[in-house]
Every structure is written in C-alpha cells, then in structure tokens.
C-alpha cells in the first residue's frame, strides 16, 4: 500500500493557509508550548495534504529495522526499493518515496490486532469519524493520525465501499485542527503527541518496546536520579512507566533485548520481533542478582555467560520450541554456577553451540561465550527440541539444588514430579490423536518399572541394617 497521491509542499501550505483565513471554528488544544488553553482552527481538507510525519513514534524502529535489512518493501502489489540511510530523514518528509515507506510501515501497525480488533476493522465497521480529528502543522504534517491515515488511505484503495457515506471517494477530504504557529518546535510536537497517546486506551496505544524508544532516543541517563525524576512526568501516562523505578527497569528491559537479538544476527529488530515482555523482566530481574553475587574479578565474564545463556533461550522462545517462553527456566537461575550449568547443558546436547573465546577489551583480555548462529541454523526442529529439553531439565536441577532440599527429600521431590508429568500426559489420551508409538512406550515403563524395583530393594535392605 502506498500513498494515493500527495500534492507539493508550496501547494499544502498555500491550500492551508487560505482555509485558515476563512471562518473557522476553533477548539482548544490538549496542550500547546506548555498551556492548555490555546486553540487550533478546524478545516476540512483534502487527503493529498496531509503529510505523514517521519519521526512518528510508532514507526521509529520499524524504519530503522528497514534500513538495517536493505532489502526492498513489498505491499501488496506494490515493491518499493530498499530503504537507505537517511531516507528517513526529516529534510525528506516531502518526498513521494518516504512518504510511500511511512505509509507501508505504519499500515502494518494498522493492521494489527489488539483487543481482539485492528485499526483497518474498526474503521471498516464504524466509519469514519470526525470526533477524533487529526491535529497537524500549518505545513500540513500530521502529529497525530498518521495511522489513521493509512489505513483510511488503504480502504480507499482497497475497500471503497466499507466506508459508507463517511468519506467521498472521489474527493476525499477530512477535518483537522491546525496549530496555531507557523513554525512548530520538535519539542512542542513531541509534547502534544504524548498528551495525545495518553488518551488513547484501544487499537492505538503504544507499547512497551515503542516508549523505551522515545526514552533511548532522548539520550534519558537512567543512572541519574534528577534525570529519571524528570522523565517521569514525560511518561507516567504509560503503563509500567509510572515512576521511576518502573522507567528504570523497562529501559534495562529494552537495553538487554537490544543486546540478545545483536547477538542473534537481529539488530534493530525489537520492535518488529517484539520479544516477549515477562521473559525479558525475569532476565532482567535474575542477571542484577546474579551479578551481585559473583565475584568483582570474574563479574565480566559472569555477564558474557549470562548473555550466553539468554541468547539461546530466547532464540528457542522465538522459535516456539519453548513452554512458557522459557521464564521459568530463567528463572531458576539463582546462584553463580547456574550460567554455566546452562551452558553445559546446551553444548552436551549440541557440542560446540556455545563458542568461548578471548577478546581484548582495551587493555584487558575479556573471556566471551556466543551462540554459534550458523551452527544453530543447520539444526532440525527436533534438535533445537532437545536443547530446550536439556535447559528444562537443568533448571529442574537447578531448582532442587537452589532450594536445598537433602537425600532424604530428593528422592520424595522426583517421584512427585514424576506422578505430576504422568498425570498431565494423560490428559493427551483423550482425544485419541498424536498417541506415542505403543512399543516406546512398553520399553520406558519396563525400564522405569525395573529402576523403581531396584531402587525399593535397595532401600528396604538399607532400613533392615538401619
């Protein structure tokens, strides 16, 4: 889907400029250069002026997950060459090309579902509306509606009559609020589009990945208290970032997903993989505690086998190989051998999956633990399987080991997990589908039948003499 058509910017600004000058009713802005009672006109406008904005923050990591890949856009029928760096610059916001790029990137957020409906449906089956008009600039560029706008756009092209008599197909044209300034400040226009989102509770919000943006962008020290006091106010509207430990903690969510998709050959695409947010608070979570209880000397590469260990469970997690996202195998690892336990788990299963190495580091040797991304990429599903079973089955260990339980329960613990995961696999049975080969099955009984045999001859023998 690409623009339906967009006149130059001298002709915007002069089509704008004349309705300005006409009688206009006027409504007050949410809030404007840091007053809330200030108003911008109402005009109706033809489509083919207004302007997606560029540095919408909804589009953000989406354009630069497009440059990094360099590969070229499809949309339908549309193919759009790769983009490249600087093609989203504001100084192209104009050009028929970037404004046909932000027009794809920001139907895909159109076009997802979120409460069970997307953006493109929910105006296919309310029509659209003029209670929620767009605000833009006097030269035409929208800071909010962008979205709007392209999926209005794509029912114009695609839908025509799903639009009703809400819109003239032939001409089509909507209502806007203009701001009152001839020339608008980035600052002001970020400060009006966030008081905007707070608004907004449906299809639109922005999520976790697409605010951290906003506050990376803004170069925010997390570490400085007067600093994260200060960002509070920018962003208490969203939820989990109503103070500023919360703000803290989703910056070093979003800095550490960052970090694992690089090391998983993904840079600068979070927002589009969108990594799942409770598996990234219990990384977060366990790496500060892990951290802390390791010695100062060895804290560095601690953190490389942490990493190490992340990166591969989020690779499973991503690609479904993964119950619960692998948070509760995460979350098992509660003392300093954990990490490297992990990791002997996974190169067991797969020798050589994790590559250690010495990398200088300034003036140090710095000792490093990576996936092996091509040797991953040749495994089968069922081989990445058995990784994911390998880390479960450590994190099990982990977890009786962590929580000190002696011989004398160990034993009790197992048999109980035993009796739970055959309880759960009956469940399976009921429908009669997928059922297991019956002769593997006769052999695991019969084996599991002997070790509990032998493990109560052993133990009656051992009460006799006790």
Same mark, same amino acid.
């Given at each position: 889907?690409?623009?339906?058509q967009?006149?130059?910017?001298?002709?915007?600004?002069?089509?704008?400029?004349?309705?300005?000058? #006409?009688?206009?009713?006027?409504?007050?802005?949410?809030?404007?250069?840091?007053?809330?009672?200030?108003?911008?006109?109402?005009?109706d406008?033809?489509?083919?002026?207004?302007?997606?904005?560029?540095?919408?923050?909804?589009?953000?990591?989406?354009?630069?997950?497009?440059?990094?890949?360099?590969?070229?856009?499809?949309?339908?029928?549309?193919?759009?060459?790769?983009?490249?760096?600087?093609?989203?610059?504001?100084?192209?916001?104009?050009?028929?090309?970037?404004?046909?790029?932000?027009?794809?990137?920001?139907?895909?957020?159109?076009?997802?579902?979120?409460?069970?409906?997307?953006l493109?449906?929910?105006?296919?089956?309310?029509?659209?509306?003029?209670?929620?008009?767009?605000?833009?600039?006097?030269?035409?560029?929208?800071?909010?509606?962008?979205?709007?706008? !392209?999926?209005?756009?794509?029912?114009?092209?695609?839908?025509?009559?799903?639009?009703?008599?809400?819109?003239?197909?032939?001409?089509?044209?909507?209502?806007?609020?203009?701001?009152?300034?001839?020339? !608008?400040?980035?600052?002001?226009?970020?400060?009006?589009?966030?008081?905007?989102?707070?608004?907004?509770?449906?299809?639109?919000?922005?999520?976790?990945?697409?605010?951290?943006?906003?506050?990376?962008?803004?170069?925010?020290?997390?570490?400085?208290?007067?600093?994260?006091?200060?960002?509070?106010?920018?962003?208490?509207?969203?939820?989990?970032?109503?103070?500023?430990?919360?703000?803290?903690?989703?910056?070093?969510?979003?800095?550490?997903?960052?970090?694992?998709?690089?090391?998983?050959?993904?840079?600068?695409?979070?927002?589009?993989?969108?990594?799942?947010?409770?598996?990234?608070?219990?990384?977060?979570?366990?790496?500060?505690?892990?951290?802390?209880?390791?010695?100062?000397?060895?804290?560095?590469?601690?953190?490389?086998?942490?990493?190490?260990?992340?990166?591969?469970?989020?690779?499973?997690?991503?690609?479904?190989?993964?119950?619960?996202?692998m948070r509760?195998?995460?979350?098992?690892?509660?003392?300093?051998p954990?990490?490297?336990?992990?990791?002997?788990?996974?190169?067991?299963?797969?020798?050589?999956?994790?590559? #250690?190495?010495?990398?200088?580091?300034?003036f140090?040797?710095?000792?490093?633990?990576?996936?092996?991304?091509?040797?991953?990429?040749?495994?089968?599903?069922?081989?990445r399987?058995?990784?994911?079973?390998?880390?479960?089955?450590?994190?099990?260990?982990?977890?009786?080991?962590?929580?000190?339980?002696?011989?004398?329960?160990?034993?009790?613990?197992?048999?109980?997990?035993?009796?739970?995961?055959?309880k759960?696999?009956?469940?399976?049975?009921?429908?009669?589908?997928?059922?297991?080969?019956e002769?593997?099955?006769?052999?695991?009984?019969?084996?599991?039948?002997?070790?509990?045999?032998?493990?109560?001859?052993?133990l009656?023998?051992?009460?006799?003499?006790?």
């Amino acid at each position: 889907m690409v623009r339906l058509q967009l006149r130059s910017r001298n002709e915007i600004e002069h089509i704008i400029q004349d309705r300005l000058n #006409q009688d206009c009713t006027e409504t007050v802005l949410p809030i404007w250069r840091n007053r809330t009672d200030v108003s911008g006109k109402i005009i109706d406008i033809p489509i083919d002026c207004l302007v997606m904005r560029v540095k919408n923050t909804r589009t953000k990591d989406l354009q630069r997950g497009a440059v990094r890949k360099g590969q070229p856009i499809l949309s339908g029928e549309d193919v759009l060459p790769a983009p490249v760096e600087g093609t989203f610059d504001e100084i192209n916001q104009w050009e028929l090309l970037t404004q046909n790029y932000q027009s794809v990137l920001l139907l895909r957020e159109a076009n997802k579902k979120r409460g069970g409906k997307s953006l493109v449906e929910k105006i296919q089956d309310e029509q659209w509306s003029n209670g929620d008009r767009p605000i833009i600039t006097q030269q035409g560029v929208l800071i909010n509606g962008n979205t709007r706008l !392209a999926a209005l756009e794509y029912l114009i092209r695609e839908s025509p009559d799903a639009l009703g008599p809400s819109i003239s197909i032939e001409n089509p044209s909507i209502e806007v609020i203009v701001i009152p300034d001839r020339e !608008a400040l980035e600052g002001d226009i970020k400060q009006l589009e966030k008081k905007l989102q707070a608004r907004i509770v449906d299809v639109l919000y922005y999520d976790w990945i697409q605010v951290t943006t906003e506050i990376l962008d803004e170069e925010i020290d997390i570490a400085d208290a007067a600093a994260l006091s200060a960002a509070v106010d920018s962003y208490k509207q969203y939820p989990g970032f109503q103070n500023a430990k919360e703000i803290e903690h989703k910056v070093e969510m979003r800095m550490l997903a960052d970090e694992l998709l690089n090391r998983l050959g993904l840079p600068d695409q979070t927002f589009e993989i969108s990594p799942p947010e409770f598996l990234m608070d219990e990384m977060v979570k366990r790496k500060k505690n892990l951290l802390k209880l390791s010695e100062p000397a060895n804290r560095a590469t601690e953190e490389q086998k942490i990493l190490a260990a992340y990166s591969i469970m989020l690779r499973l997690s991503l690609d479904g190989l993964a119950k619960g996202e692998m948070r509760y195998q995460v979350s098992r690892m509660q003392q300093t051998p954990d990490s490297d336990e992990m990791l002997d788990a996974v190169n067991s299963t797969v020798p050589g999956l994790i590559v #250690q190495a010495m990398n200088e580091s300034g003036f140090d040797e710095v000792e490093t633990y990576e996936l092996n991304l091509d040797a991953y990429g040749r495994l089968t599903d069922d081989e990445r399987g058995n990784i994911a079973h390998s880390i479960s089955d450590a994190a099990e260990e982990m977890h009786i080991r962590n929580k000190e339980i002696n011989n004398e329960r160990l034993v009790i613990e197992r048999l109980k997990d035993a009796i739970k995961h055959l309880k759960n696999s009956r469940k399976y049975l009921t429908n009669g589908k997928d059922l297991p080969i019956e002769a593997d099955v006769v052999e695991l009984f019969t084996q599991l039948t002997t070790l509990m045999h032998e493990y109560h001859t052993d133990l009656r023998r051992l009460y006799e003499l006790g």
